[in-house]
DNA sequence: ACTCTGACTCAAGACGAA
DNA sequence: TTGAGTCAGAGT
DNA sequence: TTCGTCC
């Protein structure tokens, strides 16, 4: 999902667009999570045991993401934030095709799953098991009544979870939009966290700084419109249609900047490379990402109450057998962050700085020649801050 | 010579006791 | 599955 | 930091 390539080619030619931050200074800010993308994170990554199963409660009902989310919601909280959770709705036209591919393989990972669980095969079970992941709409309903125990608003977005936070946001009911998919620029979000639940107690070795994008920055800096920038994501590959073999962020750039159009680029292209009729709508895939469905801004009223206590003590421990201990510690921290009251944010003392235009000579050149010494890939993870010279390298599997 | 792409590989949440 | 990091080789 | 546990 997303835009292929993205990320890397802003770090590298539009850096001024990418500011590193922490979670700690989004305190006091109301911000939009794509809630479908971390149910399906949960399910997947909140595991257990050789068989690699989902947590579960005593009717055998899967409880990963409950666990999930109830832990991140009040990480979010005690930290200041007011989530606002936006699950996906009916997805689009144009994605059909493609879901359908993919529950296709699915259904063959299932196979090999009962395969792999008959053979007792360890290994094959957990690379099984991580393709047979599927969000049913039971989930979504217990997530769902999670938050509202919670006294945090969820949206239900009639489409795309990333356009109807970008509508959020744009209208100013959200500070940003919290995602790893790059299209909720595309779709038009003016700010979008990265990396935002990428924490320490993460496991991967090295945790990466949170990266606050502005869209504003990234328009200016690439010297593009947003219409152009909605067709340079579509050159790039997107969820919507196809990829094109040779065609990457940087190439894709000069083809828009020298043809003018997504049209009069894709002309110079050898059609045979171009992928099938059917996978290359542009312009369909350019209406979703400029006006898809979403929600009215005006109509979504954001409140964060008080936790039901007692609904949330009878839904977690009744019905989904958590630890009482737990539930109670969880309540705590929670009557804890209210007691604490609505943090203000330091910046909102002072006045907000006049946006600076970025001088000409910033603006990114794509034919131009790169410095020697610095090669993009190289200045493109420097981006992640200081070096962690003391830092045990990644250990190497040897082999058997 | 220098980029850029694509193929490969690995891990995937959050917490807290030790 | 996806994303991120890494690298060899294609393409200019 | 690492590693087992959460249900």
Redesign the pocket.
């Known amino acids: 999902?997303?835009i292929?390539?993205l990320?890397?080619?802003l770090s590298d030619s539009a850096p001024s667009c990418v500011k590193e931050t922490k979670m700690e200074a989004m305190t006091g800010r109301v911000i939009a999570i794509d809630a479908s993308m971390c149910l399906y994170?949960?399910l997947?990554?909140?595991?257990?045991g050789a068989s690699q199963s989902?947590?579960?409660?005593e009717a055998g009902e899967v409880?990963s993401h409950?666990?999930?989310f109830l832990?991140?919601t009040?990480?979010l909280l005690e930290c200041g934030i007011r989530p606002v959770y936006v699950f996906d709705g009916k997805p689009p036209e144009l994605k059909r095709e493609t879901l359908r591919e993919?529950e296709e393989?699915k259904q063959e990972?299932d196979g090999e799953l009962a395969a792999a669980m008959e053979s007792g095969d360890a290994d094959a079970i957990k690379?099984a098991s991580?393709?047979t992941v599927r969000a049913t709409p039971q989930m979504n309903a217990d997530v769902q009544e999670l938050l509202r125990l919670l006294g945090v608003p969820v949206v239900l977005a009639p489409c795309e979870a990333e356009a109807s936070c970008a509508a959020l946001c744009k209208a100013g009911k959200v500070y940003a939009t919290a995602t790893?998919?790059?299209d909720a620029l595309t779709f038009g979000t003016p700010k979008m966290l990265?990396?935002l639940?990428?924490?320490?107690?993460?496991?991967?070795?090295?945790k990466?700084p949170v990266f606050e994008l502005t869209l504003s920055r990234v328009l200016e800096q690439l010297d593009v419109s947003m219409a152009t920038f909605i067709d340079f994501c579509i050159l790039c590959g997107c969820d919507y249609c196809g990829?094109?073999?040779?065609?990457?962020?940087?190439?894709?750039f000069k083809l828009l900047k020298l043809h003018g159009s997504l049209e009069a680029a894709v002309a110079t292209i050898d059609a045979n490379k171009l992928p099938p009729e059917e996978q290359w709508q542009i312009s369909e895939a350019r209406a979703l990402f400029s006006s898809p469905p979403q929600v009215d801004p005006s109509q979504v009223d954001l409140k964060w109450t008080s936790p039901d206590v007692a609904g949330l003590k009878s839904f977690?421990i009744d019905r989904?057998?958590?630890?009482e201990g737990?539930?109670t510690?969880v309540v705590e921290r929670l009557s804890a962050c209210r007691a604490a009251g609505s943090q203000s944010r330091l910046e909102s003392f002072f006045t907000a700085k006049a946006p600076k235009t970025l001088p000409a000579s910033e603006k990114f050149n794509?034919f131009a020649?790169?410095?020697?010494g610095s090669?993009?890939?190289k200045r493109?993870?420097e981006i992640?801050g200081g070096s962690n010279t003391g830092?045990?390298k990644v250990q190497r599997?040897q082999l058997s």
Do not use: C, Y
């Not at 989902?54 to 409660?57: C, D, Q």
């Not at 094109?244 to 190439?251: D, F, L, S």
């Not at 989904?320 to 630890?323: A, E």
């Open positions: 999902m997303g292929k390539g990320m890397p080619f994170q949960f997947v990554a909140v595991r257990q989902n947590l579960a409660n409880t409950i666990q999930g832990s991140r009040v990480r993919r393989r990972a690379k991580h393709r790893e998919d790059m990265k990396n639940f990428d924490t320490e107690s993460s496991r991967t070795a090295q990466r990829t094109i073999r040779g065609i990457g962020p940087a190439t894709a977690l989904h057998s958590f630890n737990r539930v510690k794509p020649k790169r410095a020697a090669p993009a890939t493109a993870r992640g830092k045990a599997k």
